[in-house]
């Protein structure tokens, strides 16, 4: 018997008798489950089963366990949306995955009522026994690694902290945010590990608000040169431009802004050619770029001319 439930009939039992309450109080102090929610009551009881079983199995480990909890205002009812999960599971899976570093594969394990909450586990491959770790003692699980990753960036999301040193985990973190945003849905996330420990972090309104000021972008400008040969022409006032012959060179789309100044200086597909250009990017909060582009400016100073229409 855990949870809010338990606490909610011992307080009914203390209305209107003194000694009741006299005894709950001291009860509830001596337990020290009064400002505990289900979540850590079983952590505790996991850890506490884990100790009981290595008085026996020395190396037992428990199962890990992923909770997703689901909180918004069409959750009351304990059930998970078609459109929640096409919406957020794989996009959760992936994000757990680059905090990993590696691929993590999830299966879904049940739901429960307590608003919306998605159990689930990690899939883990078979093990070779005939390589047992040369230290005897099991490595951590690729799940538990980003999981840990994970909930430490989510907590520093939902405190506006700088989170530039997770950069490369922005667009994941990005993509459940807008998930979550279009069914007004809240996210916490709890995660147990072999060896019963728990990890838990949320991403409510707040976080989703900071996490769409950091993808708001601003320009950055500056004048380039790109030389090379031109491999593609379009009327649209686009130029391709490959600045070596090796395959693998780097090329360039050049856009100009008025289309007949292209075709007034007739270019043809294999010319050489230097354009002073403006390179655009647009950065956003995280130093990511978010788009580039190549605008032609005029002929760099090396640039022989082009012959022009008579």
């Given at each position: 018997m855990t949870g809010d439930n338990w606490r909610e009939r011992r307080r009914a039992l203390q209305e209107g008798d003194p000694a009741e309450t006299r005894r709950a109080a001291r009860l509830l102090d001596m337990l020290g489950t009064e400002d505990r929610d289900d979540e850590?009551?079983?952590?505790?009881?996991?850890?506490?089963?884990?100790?009981?079983?290595?008085?026996?199995?020395?190396?037992?480990?428990?199962?890990?366990?992923?909770?997703?909890?689901?909180?918004?205002?069409?959750?009351?009812?304990?059930?998970?949306?078609?459109?929640?999960?096409?919406?957020?599971?794989?996009?959760?899976?992936?994000?757990?995955s680059v905090a990993a570093g590696t691929p993590v594969q999830l299966e879904l394990t049940g739901i429960s009522a307590g608003s919306t909450v998605v159990h689930a586990r990690p899939i883990t491959a078979p093990t070779d026994s005939s390589q047992p770790d040369a230290l005897g003692a099991p490595a951590t699980s690729a799940a538990a690694m980003g999981l840990g990753t994970l909930?430490?960036?989510?907590?520093?999301?939902?405190?506006?902290?700088?989170?530039?040193?997770?950069?490369?985990?922005?667009d994941a973190v990005e993509a459940v945010s807008r998930a979550l945003s279009r069914y007004e849905l809240d996210l916490g996330v709890t995660w147990y590990d072999a060896e019963g420990r728990?990890?838990?972090?949320?991403?409510?309104?707040?976080?989703?608000?900071?996490?769409?000021?950091?993808?708001?972008?601003?320009?950055?400008?500056?004048?380039?040169?790109?030389?090379?040969?031109?491999?593609?022409?379009?009327?649209?006032?686009?130029?391709?431009?490959?600045?070596?012959?090796?395959?693998?060179?780097?090329?360039?789309?050049?856009?100009?802004?008025d289309p007949g100044e292209l075709l007034r200086m007739r270019p043809g597909l294999g010319d050489n050619v230097h354009f002073r250009v403006r390179f655009r990017q647009q950065l956003d909060s995280m130093g990511i770029a978010r788009s580039t582009e190549y605008t032609y400016i005029g002929p760099a100073a090396e640039q022989t001319s082009l012959p022009l229409e008579p």
């Open positions: 850590e009551i079983e952590a505790e009881h996991r850890a506490s089963r884990l100790a009981a079983a290595r008085e026996y199995a020395p190396d037992a480990r428990l199962d890990e366990e992923l909770q997703l909890r689901l909180t918004g205002p069409d959750t009351d009812g304990g059930g998970l949306r078609f459109q929640w999960g096409d919406a957020l599971l794989e996009p959760v899976e992936h994000m757990i909930t430490t960036l989510l907590d520093a999301v939902e405190s506006e902290h700088d989170i530039r040193e997770w950069a490369r985990l922005f728990m990890r838990r972090a949320r991403l409510t309104e707040r976080g989703r608000r900071y996490v769409k000021r950091l993808r708001e972008t601003k320009d950055r400008d500056q004048e380039i040169t790109i030389s090379g040969r031109v491999t593609e022409l379009r009327e649209s006032g686009l130029v391709k431009v490959k600045t070596g012959t090796a395959k693998n060179s780097p090329a360039y789309d050049v856009r100009f802004e």
